[in-house]
């Protein structure tokens, strides 16, 4: 017969239940030590003390050694497991504990999908991302850089290969798969339509609203006025660090008499 253990204080509803039951299955099982419940799963002793704190939220092989050394079955143990989760990570990300996102008929774009997937994520446990690989079939069929950008919301799965593999890692039934690969179809041919906007057709300019400017000489001669006799410098080539010519000013120009009388 240990000490008695600490009432359970937390804001985690379904933690608490967790706590709970694991504490009545000690009870059931003749109310053992620590270091007995150790020695029979093989967990360290503190371990399973922390486990049934309700203080966080322990990892699922704990819970389910706790069980085995009670001898008693999981039942819902899994399940209360994965609620917990599921607020512990809300909670983190500043969410209200039972919010929801619309249906998954309703999905229409990329950001409907991104929260379908994250909320789907935290139903299933948060699973680590190492987890998650080894779930999807091993390396490569879901990278965990990738899975970490899908439940952050920053991407969403580019094919339905990758789209498959990550419904596998969160334990989605295979019955459920034609329902979200339904809403995956609607995403990103939403997003492809955005992509792809109507063209709008060029009416041609006419002759009357061609505003084209005639393309100046590349040699500007500046002249001089009559009674000027000085030369004034003369752009003569385009090629660059070659020294302006000098020439001497042309006569001025005399415009033509009247020829008619």
């Known amino acids: 017969m240990g ?10 509803k379904p933690l608490r239940e967790l706590a ?6 000690r009870r059931w099982a003749g109310q053992p030590s ?24 322990p990892k699922l092989h704990v819970v389910l050694a706790y069980l085995r050394a009670c001898t008693a079955p999981e039942g819902s143990a899994v399940a209360k497991w994965k609620e917990a989760r599921q607020v512990q990570a809300r909670a983190r990300r500043g969410r209200p504990p039972h919010a929801t996102v619309s249906p998954l008929a309703l999905v229409r774009d990329f950001a409907d999908l991104s929260a379908q997937l994250q909320q789907l994520y935290e139903r299933a446990g948060s699973p680590t991302l190492r987890e998650m690989e080894q779930r999807a079939g091993g390396y490569g ?17 580019h094919s339905i290969a990758q789209f498959r593999a990550f419904l596998q890692a969160c334990e989605v039934p295979v019955t459920s798969h034609v329902a979200w690969e339904d809403a995956w179809s609607r995403a990103w041919r939403h997003e492809k339509s955005d992509a792809f906007p109507v063209e709008v057709t060029r009416v041609p300019s006419t ?31 385009r090629r660059r660090g070659r020294p ?18």
């Open 141 to 157: 069929v879901l990278p965990r850089s990738t899975a970490h950008r899908i439940v952050t919301r920053q991407a969403v799965p």
């Open 20 to 25: 709970e039951g694991l504490r009545e299955r």
């Open 244 to 261: 302006p010519a000098w020439r001497a000013d042309p006569l001025p120009l005399q415009m033509p008499g009247n020829s008619f009388s």
């Open 207 to 237: 002759k009357k609203d061609d505003t084209r400017k005639s393309r100046r000489p590349s040699n500007v001669y500046a002249y001089l006025s009559a009674d000027q006799t000085e030369a004034r410098p003369v752009r003569s080539s």
């Open 3 to 12: 000490r008695p253990e600490k009432p359970i204080v937390t804001d985690n």
């Open 34 to 57: 620590y270091r007995e419940l150790a020695r029979m799963a093989g967990v360290h002793a503190t371990t399973l003390q922390r486990a049934a704190s309700g203080d966080t939220v």
